[in-house]
T-cell receptor, first 109, second 117 residues
């Protein structure tokens, strides 16, 4: 079964709005939590990542929030732009990466 | 610039045929991975390698095999293609050793779309 559960499956946001994607896990051995961005016809690309000893990490308009006790983490895309329209995958690492099912984000102009 | 390439980009084959998908990286990374991507399942790990002559099964390895004879290449072979193996296949690589940090920052290739008829 999937070790990382991701929601929602898809979301639509207006330009300038906030996109929020949530992920949950059970395995407490996970030690690194990356997010990947994938455009149609391309391979996934590392977007931002966090380690479990940090509660938040921000890079530009992208922020990861991490709640270790709840075993949940989320990606926030601030001031969403049409160019952010893509599929986003959360993942978790023990000795390999386990991926969530993905969220397709559509930003309407 | 260093890169990871996959070939072919598109392949149509018939049920029962053997198919090999190529993956080549110039990052000089120790670690290489094969995933399949299907709607609703995200990326599922097929096989992975933490160095030359090292290969390991992932969560969906049945019907697939790999071998690693050098640092740069990890070809994926479908021994007898089945319609259930119609998918998009991604190769990835990462630096670091076999230790726990070795599979963290993975760089993905552009993918191979395989159709089995």
């Amino acid at each position: 079964q999937q070790q990382v559960k991701q929601s929602p499956q898809s979301l639509i946001v207006q330009k300038g709005g906030i996109s929020i994607i949530n992920c949950a896990y059970e395995n407490t051995a996970f030690d690194y939590f990356p997010w990947y961005q994938q455009f149609p016809g391309k391979g996934p690309a590392l977007l931002i990542a966090i380690r479990p000893d940090v509660s938040e990490k921000k890079e530009g308009r992208f922020t990861i929030s991490f709640n270790k006790s709840a075993k949940q983490f989320s990606l926030h895309i601030m001031d969403s732009q049409p160019g952010d329209s893509a599929t986003y995958f959360c993942a978790a690492h023990d000795y390999k990466l386990s991926f969530g099912a993905g969220t397709t984000v559509t930003v309407r102009a | 610039d260093a890169e990871i390439t996959q070939s072919p980009r598109h392949k149509i084959t018939e049920t029962g045929r053997q198919v090999t998908l190529a993956c080549h990286q110039t990052w000089n990374h120790n670690n290489m991975f094969w995933y399949r991507q299907d709607l609703g399942h995200g990326l599922r790990l097929i096989h992975y390698s933490y160095g030359v002559q090292d290969t390991n099964k992932g969560e969906v390895s049945d019907g697939y095999s790999v071998s690693r004879s050098n640092t740069e290449d990890l070809p994926l072979t479908l021994e007898s293609a089945a319609s259930s193996q119609t998918s998009v296949y991604f190769c990835a690589s990462s630096g670091g050793g076999r230790a726990r940090g070795g599979g963290m920052e993975q760089y993905f290739g552009p993918g191979t779309r395989l159709t089995v008829t």
